[in-house]
């Protein structure tokens, strides 16, 4: 076969070049149109170049707009443990069996041939499965293609996204769009791993593919609810997992279905989730000593909120968060306030990130509702750091909107390096300094 890889370049550069003129010239409609081409030209170029690596692994995709994240990194711990060479693309990171690297890209699905060249590595690296998390965003604008999904797991459709897809209604039909490709995979047998206590799963449950495997809060029994961890039954096997809240169960039973249809035995899922103690930026404990729980997570949406909340439910809460600027679903901040507001005992309104907006305006959207008067500190660090002196034995400072995201993002394409948990350990150590001073 001739060596594409010049040509894959000249493309590359032509491609991009473009893409910058038509962004400059055509009303954004009919650029957003045109990008869908653009990014499918991407998709089946990098797929020939790379001689189509989908073709050659178990391809599980995972979408929703929750718990994609956890559901990955719980399945790829599963795997894992049970010897099989997995890679997984996420949004917290890249991996390919234990060579693992951060995303940097603030986006799920990175385009400009970048999955494709991923799962490339992958199979030279000896995997044989591939976890990749996919989003409606990316179904829209044809980074899927070429994926060759064996399954999907669909885990929940929450409010978001409205500004940039129109409606709830296109949003659904969106994300479905990832539905539809797998039933047109090429793989045999394919199987859909959907949430059925979501009202928007029945038509992936109605998919034509070989396997339909619902999961739900039903199937688990015998559901303790702790501080920091759950246990449940299923299938008759005793689970134990270090992650708060139910929904840390819903993830692990699509992680659990998931895994069993891969041949993977149900006593094995329990024996590798109750050793993962860490999801990074999902209810993420970060301990330097304290006497009271400090937890970064990625909550950006009312309900994530409200459930990361409830799962702290019984301590004293010192709640740290802000809002996403640009536009972005601006419905929210008013409500995220006011969930925070009636939830925590201290709130902390912080800047989180702007982009092209005031922050301290998107501030104050999020202070209209509030049944409470919040702090309001700027400066994320400051904000940090004042919640964590204010902590006692026993409380929780919850830190959310932010999880792994490594970058705050500013004004005119403006970025800081950042990482909440990096800043709340600096700031725990210094305060253990001060203390001992």
């Known amino acids: ?84 060479p997995t890679a997984m693309a996420g949004t917290i990171r890249f991996t390919i069996n234990e060579d693992s690297r951060p995303n940097l890209f603030k986006m799920t699905m990175p385009g400009r041939g970048f999955l494709q060249s991923f799962l490339k590595q992958a199979v030279q690296k000896g995997a044989r499965y591939a976890i990749v998390e996919v ?50 995979s090429p793989k045999r047998p394919r199987a859909i791993i959907a949430n059925s206590d979501s009202k928007y799963s029945k038509p992936y449950l109605t998919l034509p593919v070989e396997a339909k495997l619902p999961f739900g809060i039903g199937d688990a029994s015998s559901v303790e609810l702790k501080d920091g961890s759950v246990s449940f039954m299923y299938s008759g096997v005793s689970f134990s997992i270090p992650q708060p809240g139910e929904f840390s169960i819903m993830n692990a039973l699509a992680a659990i279905k998931t ?55 019984k301590r004293r809460k010192i709640c740290v968060l802000g809002n996403t600027g640009g536009g972005r679903d601006t419905w929210k901040r008013p409500l995220m306030g006011r969930i925070a507001s009636e939830s925590c005992d201290e709130v902390i309104l912080t800047n989180e990130d702007p982009y092209d907006e005031n922050p301290e305006a998107i501030v104050r959207a999020m202070s209209a509702e509030m049944t409470r008067e919040p702090h309001i500190i700027m400066d994320r660090r400051e904000a940090i750091r004042t919640a964590l002196s204010m902590a006692g034995t026993g409380d929780a400072v919850l830190i959310t909107g932010k ?31 001060s203390e001992v001073s």
């Open 1 to 84: 076969m001739p060596d594409l890889r010049p040509r894959f370049l000249l493309l590359q550069n032509s491609m991009h070049f473009l893409r910058l003129l038509i962004a400059s010239i055509l009303p954004a409609s009919t650029h957003k149109a045109l990008l869908r081409i653009y990014h499918a030209l991407w998709a089946g170029a990098s797929a020939l170049v790379c001689n189509f690596p989908a073709r050659r692994l178990t391809v599980i995709g995972i979408t929703g707009t929750k718990g994609k994240s956890s559901v990955s990194e719980m399945l790829f711990a599963i795997l894992r443990h049970a010897s099989y």
């Open 259 to 313: 895994a069993a249809w891969l041949g993977i035995p149900v006593e094995k899922s329990s024996e590798a989730l109750s050793l993962l103690t860490r999801i990074p930026g999902r209810a993420e404990k970060v301990e330097a000593g304290q006497d009271f729980l400090a937890i970064v997570d990625y909550a950006h949406t009312p309900d994530s909120l409200q459930a990361l909340y409830g799962a702290y439910a």
């Open 135 to 184: 989003t409606s965003e990316g179904a829209v604008q044809n980074r899927h293609l070429f994926l060759d999904m064996d399954a999907l797991i669909f885990t929940n459709l929450q409010k978001e996204h409205i500004e940039s897809h129109g409606s709830m209604e296109e949003y659904a039909k969106a994300k479905f769009r990832l539905g539809q490709a797998l039933a047109s």
């Open 403 to 433: 999880g792994t995201d490594p970058y705050i993002m500013e004004a005119n394409g403006a970025k800081t390096a950042w990482s909440d948990a990096q800043v709340v350990r600096e700031e725990l150590e210094r305060l253990a300094v």
